[in-house]
């Protein structure tokens, strides 16, 4: 089975700019997450999405949106770019609803804000 | 604020050594802890995870968890080169897992 598949591996944006992050789960997987990874740190986390339903949101500021679609893929939107939201973006998919279920990480996708 | 706690080392071990990774937590209401495995530039993996007091073992690795003492531990044996990697503690108890910055474990020949 495939696992949790990311797009763009790398990208690189002007301050100011936009981007648009995609993920898709593993499949048979409702529930996605994302995370910024920063060098020398754990991942921190940004949003959750269950059923199409936002579930968590961490402490990132209004720039930051996302969106999971009726096939339980998802979307992370970042505007206004920032040098410091350079950084590795992580999308994680879990199999279940409850609060005990494994996330599984994609392969990231890096961004360059320059 | 929840905190996980990992010393970020690094951890260096000769090859076929005990590696013993350590990661404390804030949270007394944590019921999920896991341990990911992050080779340099690449994404983290998911090599166990650990709900119930005591321990857990999968092949060359054994999690430990200790509820009263709010700590997680990972042992790895007969740590190979190619056990090099970073380690993240993550806790949960909801559905958003907290990590840990990670420890660097560096197994020399």
């Known amino acids: 089975d495939a696992g949790v598949t990311q797009s763009p591996t790398h990208l690189i944006k002007t301050r100011g700019q936009h981007v648009t992050l995609r993920c898709s789960p593993i499949?048979?997987?409702?529930?996605v997450s994302w995370y910024q990874q920063v060098l020398g740190q754990g991942p921190q986390f940004i949003f959750q999405?269950?059923?199409?339903?936002?579930?968590g949101r961490g402490n990132f500021p209004d720039r930051f949106s996302a969106r999971q679609f009726p096939n339980y893929s998802s979307e992370l939107n970042v505007n206004a770019l920032l040098l410091g939201d350079s950084a590795l973006y992580l999308c994680?998919?879990?199999?279940?609803?409850?609060?005990?279920?494994?996330?599984?990480f994609g392969p990231g996708t890096r961004l360059t804000v320059t | 604020q929840k905190e996980v706690e990992q010393n970020s080392g690094p951890l260096s071990v000769p090859e076929g050594a005990i590696a013993s990774l350590n990661c404390t937590y804030s949270?007394?209401?944590?019921?999920?802890f896991f341990w990911y495995r992050q080779y340099s530039g690449k994404s983290p993996e998911l090599i166990m995870f650990?709900?119930?007091?005591g321990d857990k073992e999968d092949g060359r690795f054994t999690a430990q968890l200790n509820k009263a003492s709010q700590y997680v531990s990972l042992l790895i044996r007969d740590s190979q080169p190619s056990d090099s990697a970073t380690y993240l503690c993550?806790?949960?108890?909801?559905?958003?897992?907290?990590f840990g910055r990670g420890t660097s474990l560096i197994v020399h020949p």
């Open positions: 994680a998919s879990t199999g279940g609803g409850g609060s005990l279920y494994e996330q599984y």
């Open positions: 499949s048979g997987h409702k529930s």
């Open positions: 999405y269950y059923e199409k339903e936002e579930r």
């Open positions: 949270d007394r209401g944590s019921q999920s």
């Open positions: 650990i709900y119930s007091n």
């Open positions: 993550a806790v949960g108890g909801s559905y958003i897992p907290t």
